[in-house]
């Protein structure tokens, strides 16, 4: 068998296993560039490519991440405090003059020509008994339509008529704060609803304020069925999201860390949490160890992420092949372009992204021939050995 002989079979299985090759033979971290740009799935969902660009950051930025402000939108003070069933509440009738329905002709020392009923619960039907008014509803009103109502039912026997509702109890209208907090005005997290209104952070430090400086805290508004989540740091700076409260709104702080995952061709793999409440593209790929320099395509880092159906569709994505409310969006920065590190500043980081970083090509290539040098190595190998195998077995017949 001559070395041309071995070399040449040597070959063709490195060329067998090049073509190989190009279906996953050779460990990768992850897929190559041209898999991610061309959007074919071989068993995941189909997801939307988005190139980074000033024009693409504006939308990003106009749209903004989920916040208290876009998702409930009213930035209106709460409505004025309505009576509820339960709500306990005190009437007081002022007549102009003595001898008339409340006040007798002759009613000897008094504080004043008025009348204080006894306190009262508003019943499970809503309504509030009043002396020659009778059931008087005061459940889903304003102490105003209460107190005109009960003029309006005895301004025919009282001598003119005024009447003033007051709530003495209040146990509707109330807001409910729990999670990690301290729990220092109600144990049970209910806290009754201002009349002049007040904000979240206002509800939260009623509430006791946070355990800790809320590096980690999530704040969770629900209102009517909707609810949003934001980091306690969003309503710090941005003042925004620190929206009015509204009776029955429920907010709930809990502690989870922001984080993100880097896999591919940067420095460290594996998982990060924000090094503060808020970072950049940039800021992350650094914090993961930057990009290797002999290994990664700067100009292909990719960022996984689930954007809102109306976010992808102002971003140019067909969504008509996606369903529900988010779609799955891949968004390419090109590093190898000086200007991408200006946009990958202004891009932020959402809680559990996905960083990815691509091989350059060339590393294919680098594999490929050193698998091609194992080949022609083993063969040279076998070659040599077989030599001296048959001048081994030549020698003993001599």
């Given at each position: 068998m001559r070395v041309s002989h071995v070399l040449s079979r040597a070959v063709a299985v490195a060329g067998v296993v090049l073509l190989a090759g190009c279906v996953g033979f050779f460990p990768v971290a992850g897929p190559n560039s041209v898999d991610i740009t061309s959007q074919q799935t071989f068993s995941g969902p189909q997801y939307g490519l988005v190139k980074l660009s000033p024009q693409v950051i504006n939308i990003l930025e106009e749209y903004g991440p989920q916040t208290l402000s876009a998702q409930f939108g009213d930035r209106r003070p709460p409505p004025e405090l309505k009576f509820g069933i339960g709500d306990v509440v005190s009437v007081t009738i002022f007549?102009?003059?003595?001898?008339?329905?409340?006040?007798?002709?002759?009613?000897?020392?008094?504080?004043?020509?008025?009348?204080?009923?006894?306190?009262?619960?508003?019943?499970?039907?809503?309504?509030?008994?009043?002396?020659?008014?009778?059931?008087?509803?005061?459940?889903?009103?304003?102490?105003?339509?209460?107190?005109?109502?009960i003029v309006s039912r005895i301004k025919n026997r009282a001598i003119e008529p005024q009447a003033v509702v007051a709530l003495v109890n209040q146990n509707t209208s109330l807001i409910t704060v729990i999670g990690e907090v301290n729990s220092s005005f109600s144990p049970s997290g209910r806290i009754p609803a201002m009349p002049a209104g007040e904000r979240i952070l206002d509800y939260i430090s009623r509430a006791g304020g946070l355990k800790d400086q809320g590096q980690n805290t999530w704040v969770v508004l629900e209102r009517n069925g909707k609810r949003a989540a934001v980091p306690f740091g969003a309503l710090i700076y941005e003042p925004g999201n620190n929206i009015w409260a509204w009776p029955g709104d429920t907010i709930y702080l809990y502690q989870e860390p922001q984080t993100f995952l880097a896999f591919g061709a940067s420095g460290q793999q594996g998982q990060f949490a924000f090094s503060t409440w808020r970072i950049s593209l940039a800021e992350a790929l650094a914090q993961a160890g930057g990009l290797l320099d002999i290994q990664a395509?700067?100009?292909?880092?990719?960022?996984?992420?689930?954007?809102?159906?109306?976010?992808?569709?102002?971003?140019?994505?067909?969504?008509?092949?996606?369903?529900?409310?988010?779609?799955?969006?891949?968004?390419?920065?090109?590093?190898?372009?000086?200007?991408?590190?200006?946009?990958?500043?202004?891009?932020?980081?959402?809680?559990?992204?996905?960083?990815?970083?691509?091989?350059?090509?060339?590393?294919?290539?680098?594999?490929?021939?050193?698998?091609?040098?194992?080949?022609?190595t083993t063969g040279s190998n076998a070659y040599t050995l077989g030599i001296n195998a048959q001048t081994l077995r030549i020698d003993s017949h001599l």
């Open positions: 007549e102009a003059a003595a001898g008339g329905l409340f006040i007798p002709a002759e009613a000897g020392v008094r504080p004043g020509n008025f009348v204080t009923l006894p306190n009262q619960p508003i019943d499970t039907k809503g309504f509030i008994s009043v002396p020659y008014a009778g059931l008087v509803p005061a459940a889903g009103k304003t102490p105003s339509e209460v107190q005109a109502e395509d700067p100009g292909s880092v990719f960022l996984y992420r689930r954007e809102p159906r109306q976010l992808a569709q102002l971003l140019g994505v067909d969504c008509s092949k996606f369903d529900g409310p988010t779609v799955p969006i891949v968004y390419s920065a090109d590093l190898r372009d000086p200007a991408g590190y200006f946009l990958a500043t202004r891009m932020q980081m959402h809680n559990k992204d996905i960083l990815f970083a691509a091989n350059a090509e060339s590393v294919e290539i680098t594999k490929f021939l050193q698998f091609l040098n194992v080949v022609i």
